[in-house]
């Protein structure tokens, strides 16, 4: 993955590591991230994770509220919370210590350890960074309304060819309520999005996105 691409994420806070590496930008995950999972899926032990069904690996420690609904190919990490009402279309991977909660959709993505999406959201041909978090009934929109393909206007324009790319959060980042990141929007680590906003292109780590054309630095801390 490209430098300005890595430092979003921490790679170690994730059994996805060898999957981000492999590729160039972070979307290039979406092509085999089916085969990845069911390559890595049929090596974890046993005695740690439970096979369920077609392509699904659910960590013997995790809690899943029995409303929820999961297809395969999906590999669910320890520690992980799913709350009532959950839907997990296939082509995930949950990490570490994540929280997926009440009547939240989520599809052909990736959540490092500790991320979090607790209230109606939706998160879809995407990646959360370890720890960041999505507030109440924000979204990752991931499809044009012209359905055309998305470019990516981050640290460079990128017409991707794909019609289905969600966002890319960088770790610890925080996504206020209401939110909605359109197509191939990139939030950088540590940085918050007010709530109610609409955000395209790219949030750089440690800024505050209060509206758009007003993005400012905010104090880097941990």
Same mark, same amino acid.
């Given at each position: 993955?490209?430098?300005?691409?890595?430092?979003?994420?921490?790679?170690?806070?994730?059994?996805?590591?060898?999957?981000?590496?492999?590729?160039?930008?972070?979307?290039?995950?979406?092509?085999?991230?089916?085969?990845?999972?069911?390559?890595?899926?049929?090596?974890?032990?046993?005695?740690?994770?439970?096979?369920?069904?077609?392509?699904?690996?659910?960590?013997?420690?995790?809690?899943?509220?029995?409303?929820?609904?999961?297809?395969?190919?999906?590999?669910?990490?320890?520690?992980?919370?799913?709350?009532?009402?959950?839907?997990?279309?296939?082509?995930?991977?949950?990490?570490?210590?994540?929280?997926?909660?009440?009547?939240?959709?989520?599809?052909?993505?990736?959540?490092?350890?500790?991320?979090? =999406?607790?209230?109606?959201?939706?998160?879809?041909?995407?990646?959360?960074? =370890?720890?960041?978090?999505?507030? =109440?009934?924000?979204?990752?929109?991931?499809?044009?309304?012209?359905?055309?393909?998305?470019?990516?206007?981050?640290?460079?324009?990128?017409?991707?060819?794909?019609?289905?790319?969600?966002?890319?959060?960088?770790?610890?980042?925080?996504?206020?309520?209401?939110?909605?990141?359109?197509?191939?929007?990139?939030?950088?680590?540590?940085?918050?999005?007010?709530?109610?906003?609409?955000?395209?292109?790219?949030?750089?780590?440690?800024?505050?996105?209060?509206?758009?054309?007003?993005?400012?630095?905010?104090?880097?801390?941990?």
């Amino acid at each position: 993955m490209l430098k300005e691409y890595e430092e979003l994420f921490s790679l170690d806070k994730t059994i996805a590591k060898d999957l981000l590496l492999s590729v160039r930008y972070p979307w290039d995950i979406f092509e085999s991230l089916d085969s990845f999972i069911l390559s890595l899926g049929e090596l974890l032990p046993s005695e740690e994770y439970e096979k369920r069904g077609n392509g699904i690996w659910v960590s013997r420690d995790v809690k899943i509220a029995p409303s929820v609904e999961i297809f395969g190919p999906v590999i669910i990490d320890k520690g992980v919370e799913i709350r009532h009402g959950a839907f997990i279309r296939g082509s995930v991977i949950i990490g570490k210590g994540s929280c997926l909660g009440n009547s939240c959709e989520i599809k052909s993505s990736i959540m490092l350890d500790g991320a979090c =999406a607790p209230h109606f959201n939706y998160v879809g041909n995407s990646i959360l960074g =370890a720890f960041a978090h999505l507030g =109440a009934g924000a979204i990752t929109s991931n499809l044009k309304s012209d359905k055309s393909s998305i470019t990516v206007k981050s640290f460079q324009n990128i017409d991707t060819g794909l019609r289905k790319i969600g966002a890319f959060i960088g770790d610890k980042a925080e996504i206020g309520c209401g939110t909605v990141l359109n197509p191939g929007t990139v939030i950088g680590k540590n940085s918050v999005v007010y709530p109610l906003s609409s955000v395209r292109g790219l949030v750089p780590s440690y800024h505050i996105y209060k509206g758009e054309g007003n993005i400012v630095k905010r104090e880097k801390r941990d």
